[in-house]
């Protein structure tokens, strides 16, 4: 499975920005797809995870409440929606993709087997 991220850039505090993460060679709708970040310095963080099926979302705690993830299982691709941005979510913001999950047990998301490249997202103040 490749994975391709997008979508990332330079913005104010405050703003919006939707990254997206299209997948191909392999069965996306089988597949649990989860966001991670990474900013200067500091190891790699779960951001959020959504089940194959896009009823089971699970987020960190830090971006609880103004990030979203949705999947379009038609499109091949997952999104990241990130609103009220924060300087502190600066980073380059990296999808995965794991199959197996089941929905009791999302964050396994952590260890994925399928790595994109990563998108920066800058966040000034």
């Known amino acids: 499975v490749q994975l391709q991220a997008s979508g990332g850039g330079l913005v104010q505090a405050g703003a919006s920005l939707r990254l997206s993460c299209a997948a191909s060679?392999?069965?996306?709708?089988?597949?649990?797809m989860g966001w991670f970040r990474q900013a200067p310095g500091k190891e790699r963080e779960f951001v959020a995870v959504?089940?194959?099926?896009?009823?089971?979302?699970l987020y960190a705690d830090s971006v609880k409440g103004r990030f979203t993830i949705s999947r379009d299982n038609a499109k091949n691709t997952v999104y990241l929606q990130m609103n009220s941005l924060k300087p502190e979510d600066t980073a380059v913001y990296y999808c995965?993709?794991?199959?197996?999950?089941?929905?009791?047990?999302?964050?396994?998301?952590?260890?994925?087997?399928?790595w994109g490249q990563g998108t920066q997202v800058t966040v000034s103040s």
């Open positions: 959504i089940h194959r099926s896009s009823d089971i979302t």
């Open positions: 060679g392999g069965t996306f709708r089988s597949y649990a």
């Open positions: 995965a993709a794991r199959g197996g999950v089941i929905a009791s047990n999302l964050l396994s998301i952590k260890s994925p087997h399928y």
